[in-house]
Each structure stands twice: as structure tokens, then as C-alpha cells.
């Protein structure tokens, strides 16, 4: 059993910066590929970041150079910092994570779930 709980979200304008957080409790953080899906309204829950038990990382086209996604097992806690945001990245934010090394796009793969965290980019 793993609780994940997202924070940071809000209301930033085009340009600004913005880092979410997920902070994992139950077993160990360590063990598990990490992720941030965000979902839009009308739009398909699509993977933006991923970092794997080991480290490595993986970014969606969209975001990549703006995005940067970290963990800190020490403090159970993943991080998305977000730059040049843009209108477009206006969505819901979820953390998830799964058993295994590797992330993947498959949303049916994640076992674990956050609540969500609202960004919004004004123009």
C-alpha cells in the first residue's frame, strides 16, 4: 500500500514557474517508478514526466527543456518543476507510481494514484 498526495497547484501566469510536489507514505518510496500524468478538460490523461527507481528520467515532447522532475527518497517525496508555462499546461496534475524499475504511458499500469492538483496559466 502506497498514499500519494499532490500540492502546489495554482494559479500562476504565462511565463511563471511553478513546482509540484507528491509526497509518498506506507512502503518504501525507493522501490517504485514514479510519474506526473495531468489531464485536461475535454483532453486524454497523458503522461508528462517519469523517473525510474534508478533515476533516469523521460518527458513528453511538450514539455521537455520547460519541466524538470526529481525525487528525493530521503523525504519519500517527488517534485515537478515547471518553467515558461504556458496556457496549454493548464490541467489537473496527478502523481502515480508503480512496482518496478521503469515508468510507463499505459495509465492502467500505476497502482497507486494521487488526488490531483489544480494548475492553471493564464495568458
Known amino acids: 500500500q502506497l498514499q500519494l498526495v499532490e500540492s502546489g497547484g495554482q494559479l500562476v501566469q504565462a511565463g511563471g514557474s511553478l513546482r509540484l510536489s507528491c509526497t509518498a507514505s506506507g512502503r518504501t518510496f525507493r522501490s517504485y517508478a514514479m510519474v506526473w500524468f495531468r489531464q485536461a478538460p475535454g483532453k486524454e490523461r497523458e503522461l508528462v514526466a517519469g523517473i525510474s527507481s534508478g533515476g533516469s528520467t523521460y518527458y513528453a515532447a511538450s514539455v521537455k527543456g520547460r519541466f524538470t522532475i526529481s525525487r528525493d527518497n530521503a523525504k519519500n517525496t517527488l517534485y515537478l518543476q515547471m518553467s515558461s508555462l504556458k496556457p496549454e499546461d493548464t490541467a489537473v496534475y496527478y502523481c502515480?507510481?508503480?512496482?518496478?524499475?521503469?515508468?510507463?504511458?499505459?495509465?492502467?499500469?500505476?497502482?497507486?494514484w494521487g488526488q490531483g492538483t489544480q494548475v492553471t496559466v493564464s495568458s
Open positions: 502515480a507510481a508503480k512496482v518496478g524499475a521503469g515508468w510507463s504511458t499505459n495509465v492502467r499500469s500505476y497502482d497507486y
